[in-house]
């Protein structure tokens, strides 16, 4: 983390191999500890993720975060996307992290979101690199990964929030990640579009989140349908009921079909959901519906 002086860090493998540095294993500890104690203060912990990029995983939980914080509620969300993190420009959220009594603000953002992203700790284009052996970059960076990720969580000054929003990159790998650090989400989204390329991919993420034991696990399908802007008449962009088939398919409820909308994307980059710029629209009202579901235990 960063407070606009000098950045911590995960230490780095040869650090780590000296004999003469402080224990590794100390800091883990005690950083699952602080895990532990942010975490107890969290209603419902939310992960939102997808099987495959490109379908608006993390516009959908920009927007289902600023919804449950314009209704009221105390609201947390993490960007868990490390090497391409855009919550932060989504949510209007920006002036980097502050320090507090017992770690790290997260800053906020659009309805008075916490925000937490890597997007707030490295200069804007600027590329994230991990340091590490050369000869061993692919295998360390996993483990400098997870060290960003448990800090996010266990350095912040979450406080009591009734939602924490995880915004988590594409892959099961990353849910499964995830699950070691903290155990089993409460809740687990998966996003997708009802398309037949996306069966399969569903269809492993489900079978994993099965075996996880997690207890509330639901399908969003984006881009389901479009509205003609002159007639208004609503048509699907993938094969009739293709979203429906595809939450049979993969076992999984179908919690959401939201539609598309060219409104999402415009406003979300200019840091506006569109939940709180244009409400009275079919995929606000669609947005909002998913966010009190998730909400609700």
Known sequence: MSDGRAPRRIRTYHEVADPGAESVVGQVVDQRRRLRDRLARVGRL???????GGVG???????????LAAGGRAVGALDADLEGPSLARMLSAGGGLVRGESGFLPARGAAGVGVVSMDLLVAEDAPLRWRGPEDHQFAWRSVLETGALREFLSDIEWGDLDVLLLDLPPGTDKLARLIDLVGPPDVVVIVTTPSEAARHVVAKSARFLEESGIREVGLVANMASWSCPHCGVAEPLFAADGARRLARDAGLELWA??????????????????????????????LAALAERLAVP
């Open 257 to 286: 079909e939201l539609p598309f909308d060219p409104r999402i994307a415009t406003d979300t980059d200019e840091g506006l959901p569109i939940v709180l710029s244009a409400p009275e629209r079919p995929a606000a009202r669609a």
């Open 57 to 67: 995983k993390s516009a959908i939980s920009a927007n289902v975060a600023a919804a």
């Open 46 to 52: 939310v992960a939102i993720g997808s099987g495959k």
